[in-house]
């Protein structure tokens, strides 16, 4: 069986940047979520502690963002006091995390309005349980997971 390192590289189609380990598996024991370095090995600042890595999962998300969903996620985000108050805290514990780049989710900026990026707001939920944002975009990705088997081809 490949190691995750290789497994991550096929999922992206490319070498993984600043990668550290596999933080989430899917069901099926693949790699669908990754934990980054805050620095990539050239030394450049990685903004993104987690990243989404899982085939299914990526194509998703992609399909919720370009049905608007970076708009609307904002938008629930600034008028429900509970998704502002979750999205607050995970910027804080983003930012606990990794205090060397003092950025929240997706690399937001303190203070920064609005989401940018569905995929790590989700891969952020996976790899923290209770982040009620994150959750509530997954829960538009049905089936979360792929019923009929893992969609990372396997050598």
Do not use: N
Request: proline share 10%.
């Amino acid at each position: 069986m490949e190691d995750d390192l290789a497994l991550v590289e096929r999922q992206l189609g490319r070498p993984p940047r600043a990668f550290r380990r596999v933080a989430v598996r899917c069901p099926y024991g693949q790699p669908a979520v990754t934990e980054q370095r805050p620095f990539d090995e050239s030394g450049e600042p990685f903004p993104t502690t987690y990243w989404l890595t899982c085939p299914h999962l990526v194509a998703a998300l992609a399909r919720v963002e370009a049905a608007g969903g970076v708009e609307r996620w904002t938008k629930a985000a600034e008028e429900d006091p509970e998704l502002a108050e979750s999205l607050r805290r995970a910027h804080e514990e983003q930012r606990a995390l990794r205090p060397e780049l003092d950025l929240g989710v997706a690399g937001a900026r303190p203070g920064a309005g609005g989401l940018k990026c569905l995929h790590a707001h989700a891969a952020f939920a996976l790899a923290r349980p209770g982040y009620l944002l994150g959750e509530r975009v997954l829960a538009e990705v049905e089936p979360l997971w792929p019923p009929s088997g893992c969609c990372t081809a396997i050598d």
